[in-house]
């Protein structure tokens, strides 16, 4: 769901007219991206086996921190060129088009993660290293 809301975050920058107007979409954006980003992780394990989390979890974060740099790189000749509100205009669209494209191509197997859950607290107690009260 955050998915298909995210995008519409920057446009109401585009509605601020005063330094406060940017607060109620930081306080809602923020709860947006909480949900974004544990959404997109749960999603990241559900599509990966256990010996491939450690790369698929790498390859995540290093292509997350290269789009985080070229966004800001590339807002920044945007800004300096056309100003403020092509950013947040082009930020939404890009969002957007990236938030269908997943909608449509990243589906999770939940048959395999349905398979591994535990029938009882016996069985969770004696796999799970941490699980207070094991033997």
């Known amino acids: 769901m955050t998915n ?5 975050l ?7 007219r005063a330094p406060w107007h940017i607060l109620p979409a930081q306080l809602i954006g923020g709860f947006l991206w909480a949900g974004y980003n544990l959404a997109n992780f749960n999603l990241l394990l559900s599509l990966s086996t256990e010996e491939q989390r ?3 979890t ?8 290269l789009a985080t740099a070229g966004g800001a790189a590339l ?3 945007i800004v300096e060129e056309w100003g403020y509100l092509p950013v947040f205009a ?5 969002r957007l088009a990236a938030g269908l494209f997943f909608m449509f191509s990243a589906k999770p197997d939940h048959s395999a993660s349905q398979s591994k859950k535990p029938k009882n607290q016996e069985e ?3 796999n799970h290293p941490h699980f207070p009260g094991r033997r």
């Open 58 to 65: 790498a390859v995540h974060q290093i292509a997350l921190t």
């Open 75 to 77: 807002g920044g000749l």
């Open 124 to 126: 969770l107690r004696a």
């Open 4 to 8: 298909m809301i995210v995008p519409f």
């Open 90 to 94: 082009l930020s939404g669209f890009g």
């Open 54 to 56: 450690p790369r698929y």
């Open 10 to 16: 920057p446009w109401t920058w585009l509605l601020a």
